[in-house]
């Protein structure tokens, strides 16, 4: 690496200190290429000025995270203008409507026509502006000052200004309203806390320090897309206004939809004359229909059931590591699981390779009992990471009082490879003579009310669920975790713990972020409260003749650059 | 005959408001509530209330049902919109698939169940109730997913979908609904064939069969005139009752082949507690199967006078 110390010179100079301070972490090689972007691109460094400090410290392009099994669809064909692409996705469950809005489906169609503040790629692992031109936050990261693209118009014409983000981020964050982005802003952003500035700058006072909280008014909060002041969310199906490349053609419940290029977008304009989305409701169909030439993408699917596409080269796979995964509770309340030492020996009895290769097709990667792993920068990769070991199973088992095993019951939803994998827990379980007997129910049945005392997820003594992916890990370790977390299965409770969380949510720089993380994987191994076996992959299929995809992990597909060639 | 169909009428009137409020009272027992399904497990309980307010979930339940009688269709608490135009698209789209295959299996079933009883004990016979049998065996899905890998993906000869593009001729249309249209062929025709076989072989037995060949007439003629007569009677029962699982039944074909009928849409509802979309669809397949359930009854009377004669007394 050849630096130039004068051009770094430049550079920072009129930078603030926690800018200063990423650039002394790239520098001195405490942080890599890849985590310098993503972390200065959340503190609102832009793009060019990231580009340009990596240039000075003799560092090239930025990295890409994704992996493809048989050439990269973001490269290989070349860009062909005119054509409409076909695209497979899951059937949006419900009205598609911004507030509400909970499913895969759903929020591919939001991204279609909206926009975020902010878009956090995963290709690029890096947050990129989309609506907001820069955003910086004051010392303690409790206020966040947005400022806002200019010249750009909705489809209707009108343009954007800061009203209609406040009007936005006041519906979304209303606990009167039916808002499903209440799981991300309760506790973090009251409707009185965003204010207008100006026309084009935006004000977010926070409800406690947040150095992550551009993430959550980016693409990561799906619910998030920026619509005029005074839309009622609930017709906005008939319109799907935005401000996106794209604009609303036709949408048909429960069947299809399309969208054409809009003429005004304030970006670069869309490649292809149409996009028309084919909607189901499982998974074989939409990989049959993408081999018998019905579509010409797979928005986004699961391993089981896909390996007669991952083995064939003739389709292009885009792979994107995400923090997608499943957690086993184990209630720290109730025998036999108010031993740590109980919870720990079930860990240690997991052969989580093989849980990879097996369950996943090798399109994901090991976890260690903790929400923090390859997706975050944060995560402490010094923590050593828990491997199979039966016979310190049975060692702790008998320390614990349970020489000779025991029995118990695991609840869990019938959803994607989760049966399997809880009949590979049991079986794992069982060679340090632990008896697991399998309740596996319907999504519904288990999750009841989510709510304790009504629901088999929360209140199961051993219990298996599905968490999406995040950008960041701040509700996978808020939730299910600490002593008031709405979701915690485990009935975990411990006031280091709390501790340790809220000072790693208000935490800005990456050094104190990190070295609060290793604290909490420390404690989480020495407590587990849960088990978290493995991180699984975001896939996405298309034919060869497909470019420019641009597909999150958790499920939107961005087809600004898509070309099809003949 | 017309104070016959109208007593029909009458008692299917109050099977269907019966067939409502045991929906209603079973939907309540199934589990979660809509807003938890519109807006997903892991939604704010505060979210989760406000969103059950709109909707009214949270009324009283006599409360809810007059709701629905006095609004009906009604909005869909999962789509937030009018019901009638979601269901008559759905209904629509399954009628095509089920008269698709009720033409192509009817005639078939009919025709394999008479040359079997024409042939009783033969290879002919044992091949048509066998291969019958062993169709009617195949589960939908397996059938489906055999057809679509084979016929739609390895061959091409056929589309990998039920829905035609819009705006698509008739023909087209019938050509992506042959695919998903063998499936429940395979299913029925076993059933048609051997009821019609049975039918026929009985009738065949019967003493005007034997006297309408004894007084010499010539065989076609006999099996036509007095064998189909009344061999078909029992036939047309089974057709009829297998209305219901055509309309309503579809869901595995429904998926596999991406058509949404009303057998989806049944299921959606059911899943997603939405209830007023649950109960105008239930309604529908009732009012439907009662409809084809009516006209068998006015076709056996046709087929056999005993029938009129005693509705006239």
Not at chain 1, 241 to 253: D, H, N, P, V
Not at chain 1, 378 to 402: C, E, F, M, Y
Not at chain 2, 60 to 77: A, D, K, M
Not at chain 2, 192 to 201: D, K, Q
Request: glycine residues 8%; neutral net charge.
């Amino acid at each position: 690496m050849t630096r130039s110390n004068d051009e770094l010179d430049r550079l920072r100079s009129g930078r603030s200190e926690l800018e200063n301070h990423y650039i002394d972490e790239l520098v001195t090689g405490n942080l890599s290429r890849r985590e310098f972007l993503r972390r200065g691109s959340t503190i609102g460094m832009s793009a060019p000025l990231l580009g340009a400090i990596l240039a000075a410290c003799g560092a090239s392009s930025p990295a890409t995270s994704s992996s493809s099994k048989s050439g990269s669809s973001t490269t290989s064909a070349p860009a062909t203008k005119g054509g409409m692409l076909r695209i497979a996705i899951a059937a949006p469950a419900a009205a598609v409507n911004p507030l509400s809005v909970s499913d895969a489906g759903g929020l591919c169609m939001l991204n279609q026509t909206g926009e975020f503040l902010i878009f956090d790629s995963n290709l690029k692992l890096a947050l990129e502006p989309m609506l907001a031109l820069s955003w910086s936050p004051n010392k303690d990261a409790s206020v966040w000052t947005f400022k806002l693209r200019p010249g750009v118009t909705f489809h209707n014409g009108q343009a954007m200004t800061s009203a209609d983000v406040v009007y936005t981020f006041q519906q979304l964050a209303d606990p009167k309203n039916a808002s499903n982005a209440l799981s991300t802003f309760t506790g973090v952003l009251l409707p009185s806390g965003v204010k207008a500035l100006d026309p084009m700058t935006v004000e977010f006072t926070l409800e406690a320090p947040n150095g992550n909280f551009p993430y959550l008014v980016s693409s990561d909060n799906y619910n998030a897309i920026i619509v005029p002041k005074g839309t009622d969310f609930s017709k906005w199906q008939s319109t799907f206004i935005g401000t996106g490349a794209f604009k609303l053609g036709s949408y048909t419940q429960n069947v299809g939809a399309t969208f054409v290029p809009n003429p005004s977008y304030w970006g670069t304009k869309p490649l292809l004359s149409m996009t028309s989305f084919k909607f189901y409701t499982s998974q074989p169909p939409m990989i049959l229909a993408l081999e018998g030439g019905d579509v010409d993408v797979v928005g986004q699917f699961v391993p089981a059931g896909a390996s007669g596409l991952l083995n064939n080269s003739s389709y292009k796979i885009i792979k994107l590591q995400s923090a997608n995964h499943r957690e086993l509770s184990m209630r720290n309340d109730q025998a036999p699981f108010t031993d740590p030492r109980v919870r720990q020996a079930v860990a240690y009895t997991l052969n989580r390779p093989a849980m990879v290769a097996g369950l996943l097709s090798g399109d994901g990667s090991v976890a260690n009992d903790t929400p923090f792993g390859p997706r975050f920068p944060s995560t402490d990769t010094s923590v050593p990471q828990r491997v199979q070991n039966i016979s310190l199973a049975k060692q702790l088992l008998s320390a614990a009082g349970h020489p000779n095993g025991f029995s118990v019951k695991l609840d869990t939803e019938q959803f994607e490879e989760i049966p399997q994998l809880a009949t590979v827990i049991a079986q794992d379980a069982k060679a340090a003579g632990i008896n697991i007997a399998l309740n596996v129910e319907s999504q519904s049945l288990y999750y009841g009310k989510s709510t304790f005392g009504n629901s088999d997820w929360l209140d199961g003594t051993m219990s298996l669920v599905d968490y999406g992916d995040r950008g960041v890990p701040n509700v996978f370790l808020e939730a299910p975790l600490t002593s008031g977390g709405p979701w915690n299965a485990a009935r975990f409770h411990n006031k280091t713990y709390d501790s340790l969380v809220k000072q790693y949510v208000a935490a800005v720089d990456l050094a104190t972020q990190r070295k609060i993380a290793g604290q909490i994987e420390r404690l989480l191994l020495q407590e587990t409260p849960i088990i978290i076996p493995y991180w699984i992959d975001g896939l996405t299929a298309s034919t060869p003749n497909v470019s420019g995809l641009n597909p999150t992990s958790i499920a939107q597909l961005y087809l600004n650059g898509a070309s099809k060639s003949a | 005959m017309i104070t016959f169909i109208l007593k029909r009428i009458g008692l299917a009137l109050i099977t269907l408001w019966l067939l409502s409020v045991i929906v209603f009272l079973l939907g309540q027992i199934l589990p979660g509530d809509p807003g938890r399904a519109i807006l997903g497990p892991l939604a704010a309980p505060s979210a989760v209330a406000a969103l059950d307010h709109q909707l009214g979930v949270d009324r009283s339940l006599p409360g809810q049902y007059w709701h629905w009688i006095s609004s009906f269709p009604g909005t869909s608490y999962t789509y937030q919109t009018a019901i009638g135009p979601i269901l008559t698209s759905a209904l629509g789209r399954s009628l095509k698939l089920a008269v698709l295959a009720g033409i192509i299996v009817v005639p078939l079933g009919i025709l394999a169940g008479v040359i079997a009883a024409l042939n009783v004990g033969r290879p002919l016979d044992k091949i048509i109730s066998i291969g019958g049998g062993s169709t009617t065996v195949i589960p939908e899905f397996v059938s489906g997913i055999i057809l679509l890998v084979v016929v739609g993906v390895a061959l091409k000869w056929l589309p990998i979908t039920a829905t035609a593009p819009a705006g698509s001729s008739f023909l087209t249309t019938v050509k992506y609904l042959i695919m998903p249209a063998i499936p429940l062929v395979l299913v029925l025709f076993g059933y048609i064939a051997r009821m019609a076989r049975a039918g026929t072989v009985e009738a065949l037995d019967s003493d005007y069969a034997r006297t309408a060949t004894l007084k010499g007439l010539p065989r076609g003629v006999m099996i036509r005139r007095h064998v189909l007569r009344n061999s078909l009677l029992p036939t047309i029962t089974v057709v009829a009752t297998q209305t219901g699982y055509l309309i309503g039944g579809l869901v595995v074909v429904e998926t596999l082949f991406r058509y949404q009928g009303i057998g989806q849409l049944t299921y959606q509802a059911a899943t997603q507690k939405d209830f007023p979309m649950l109960e105008a669809c239930v309604l529908t397949i009732g009012v439907v199967y009662m409809a084809v359930t009516i006209a068998a009854d006015v076709l056996f009377s046709l087929l056999d006078p005993r029938i009129r004669l005693k509705a006239g007394q």
